[in-house]
């Protein structure tokens, strides 16, 4: 037996499997954490506030309302809210015209849009010798 679906259905079910492949993951505003949150290639995106580590490959999105307290290690982070510590990215760093960045920053490219707030230091981000040109999985960091 088969389901039948409603007009338009289709449609939605399509946008959402396109939407499952680029796996989206969200934090919602209101919405507190603390402790860790590792990812993979996958993209994550911030809106409410969290307080520990966010370890990942792919890119992390902070919100105009997302906040976080702590260490990013991710290959991109776009910044339109709000961090306060250490952020590592084997990528990227883009703090948009409503993001601010306060603590310490290692990336390959750093990109301060008009209007963005910056406060604290910058180095370029190097890969460990003992890596082999590969980032270690965000699972095995500690």
Same mark, same amino acid.
């Given at each position: 037996?088969?389901?039948?679906?409603?007009?338009?259905?289709?449609?939605?079910?399509?946008?959402?499997?396109?939407?499952?492949?680029?796996?989206?993951?969200?934090?919602?505003?209101?919405?507190?954490?603390?402790?860790?949150?590792?990812?993979?290639?996958?993209e994550v995106r911030l809106d409410g506030r969290l307080e520990g580590k966010i370890l990942g490959h792919g890119t992390l999105i902070i919100g105009q309302k997302g906040a976080l307290r702590g260490e990013v *290690?991710?290959?991109?982070?776009?910044?339109? $809210? !709000?961090?306060? #510590?250490? @952020?590592? %990215?084997? *990528?990227?760093?883009?703090?948009?015209?409503? $993001? !601010?960045?306060? #603590?310490? @920053?290692? %990336?390959?490219?750093?990109?301060?849009?008009?209007?963005?707030?910056?406060?604290?230091?910058?180095?370029?981000?190097?890969?460990?010798?003992?890596?082999?040109?590969?980032?270690?999985?965000?699972?095995?960091?500690?």
């Amino acid at each position: 037996m088969t389901a039948e679906r409603k007009p338009g259905e289709e449609k939605f079910w399509r946008r959402f499997s396109r939407r499952e492949k680029q796996a989206l993951s969200l934090i919602g505003e209101g919405i507190t954490v603390v402790g860790s949150l590792n990812f993979g290639e996958g993209e994550v995106r911030l809106d409410g506030r969290l307080e520990g580590k966010i370890l990942g490959h792919g890119t992390l999105i902070i919100g105009q309302k997302g906040a976080l307290r702590g260490e990013v *290690d991710v290959g991109v982070l776009v910044l339109h $809210g !709000r961090v306060d #510590g250490t @952020v590592v %990215a084997s *990528d990227s760093i883009r703090v948009t015209s409503t $993001g !601010r960045l306060c #603590g310490r @920053v290692h %990336a390959v490219r750093f990109v301060m849009e008009e209007g963005g707030i910056f406060d604290g230091e910058s180095e370029p981000y190097s890969i460990p010798a003992s890596s082999n040109d590969e980032r270690p999985n965000p699972s095995d960091r500690r």
